[in-house]
């Protein structure tokens, strides 16, 4: 059985949304869903934006503002503010409208949104759906994201800056097998 949801995991920066923005490039997909656009400094971000996923086709130069920030924090040494009502409702929304892609982006699942039930259960209801999701999930445990490690449909890649390249030909070529079985 060909698992359709592919998530990668791995550590902060070895390219898991590099991968996925080349596959997308390379078959030319029609995508839906949702990426993370940040602020602030590689591993010390201030601010965290949920954005379309078509904002990969642009290198998530979406628009940030108050409606789409999900977490912020005013320095390095602060707790997070959490906005769970992005969650709820723009994640849900971009989750929503998904007919017409070829595969559905969740770029990235992590601890944010640990008390976003409206969230967390249409993310499910897309696992569930026909719809294959590609995404990116933290390396870490919640329940939420063990949860959904633990599904029968999960097909989870750890990626390095040593694999990636091999992870990426590997996801492009079931991503391609997943969408011709679909036709």
Do not use: C
């Amino acid at each position: 059985m060909i698992k359709k949801n592919i998530f990668l995991t791995g550590s902060v920066g070895v390219g898991k949304s590099k991968i996925i923005s080349k596959v997308i490039k390379q078959l030319s997909l029609n995508i839906s869903g949702f990426s993370v656009a940040r602020e602030g400094k590689k591993n010390n971000w201030n601010s965290f934006y949920l954005v379309q996923a078509s904002s990969f086709n642009n290198n998530n130069q979406s628009k940030k503002s108050e409606f789409n920030r999900f977490a912020f924090r005013s320095d390095y040494s602060k707790n997070w503010e959490i906005n769970i009502r992005v969650f709820d409702k723009l994640g849900v929304q971009l989750l929503t409208n998904i007919d017409d892609a070829d595969v559905v982006i969740m770029d990235e699942l992590g601890r944010f949104e640990l008390t976003a039930f409206k969230f967390q259960k249409k993310v499910i209801e897309v696992l569930n759906s026909d719809k294959p999701v590609l995404g990116v999930i933290k390396d870490e445990s919640n329940v939420f994201l063990d949860d959904i490690r633990n599904r029968k449909d999960v097909q989870i890649f750890r990626v390095t800056l040593e694999n990636r390249e091999e992870v990426y030909k590997e996801v492009l070529f079931l991503i391609k097998q997943i969408i011709t079985l679909k036709e």
